[in-house]
């Protein structure tokens, strides 16, 4: 039976909010307004001084929906594309991506469950090579946002959407893992064999105590294109000692054929 890990996505996978990530190209873009801006920056600061909350998420959620109102989705979708390696790359967690490496060497599929806009977390769990994708869907009219929600994977609607998965998928959720940072995924936690909380504030990381739970934390950024290419100069090594390796033995049994 194949089994998964789930892995929310801000401050477990990345650094900081996905949505708010992208207010730089959005507003050259001309999508935000100079207020818009600010109140985004001081978002992201309160997300990332104090954690995800329910009433900070709430509010955060609020004020994206709003803040798209209008937007075309295609639009949206060719910016995050474009500038995907530029403002999602450098932030993400080298702990988090080791984890979904060894995930995956083990035979898991990873699964990124997030409250952030499908349009946003597809192509971040496309770069993470992601077997699934859970996230918040957008209401669309005419290919623009209406600023209403269709789906909001938050809190108990991402451990239903997991259950659901996890019944058309095979997977044993005993058996299987979770990773988040906010005390807003308890219901995603609890549901699985194996949880772990990642960089939690004092409240969740007393939750986890008293429920045995794994307790991580991620430091490290390290942009995926690096990461890997610090495997290719020993690749090529290993190729090279080969090589060196069976000339060396077809020169000797040359030799020996010649002496004999």
């Not at 599929?109 to 349009?119: R, T, Y």
């Not at 194996?194 to 950024?221: C, E, Q």
Request: net charge positive; charged share 25%; with cysteine.
């Amino acid at each position: 039976m194949t089994n998964a890990a789930f892995f929310d996505l801000d401050k477990t996978i990345i650094a900081r909010s996905s949505a708010l990530a992208f207010t730089t190209p959005f507003a050259k873009a001309g999508l935000l307004s100079k207020r818009s801006i600010l109140r985004n920056l001081v978002a992201q600061t309160l997300f990332t001084l104090g954690g995800a909350d329910h009433e900070r998420t709430e509010r955060l959620r609020l004020q994206l929906s709003k803040m798209v109102e209008g937007w075309s989705s295609d639009q949206v979708s060719e910016i995050v594309q474009e500038t995907l390696h530029r403002f999602i790359e450098p932030i993400i967690y080298a702990e988090a991506a080791d984890l979904i490496d060894e995930h995956h060497r083990n035979g898991r599929q990873v699964v990124i469950v997030s409250s952030s806009a499908i349009e946003i977390v597809k192509p971040i769990g496309e770069m993470l090579g992601a077997d699934e994708i859970i996230a918040t869907r957008l209401k669309i009219v005419d290919g623009r946002y209406t600023g209403e929600i269709e789906y909001y994977a938050y809190g108990q609607t991402k451990a239903a959407a997991i259950r659901e998965l996890a019944t058309r998928k095979g997977y044993d959720l005993t058996q299987c893992f979770a990773y988040s940072d906010s005390s807003t995924d308890i219901p995603m936690l609890e549901m699985v064999g194996f949880p772990s909380v990642v960089n939690p504030d004092l409240a969740l990381r007393k939750i986890a105590i008293a429920n045995g739970w794994g307790i991580r934390n991620f430091r490290r950024t390290v942009p995926l294109r690096e990461r890997y290419q610090f495997g290719k100069p020993a690749m090529a090594t290993a190729l090279g000692m080969t090589a060196i390796s069976l000339l060396a033995f077809a020169i000797a049994r040359k030799h020996r054929r010649a002496a004999s």
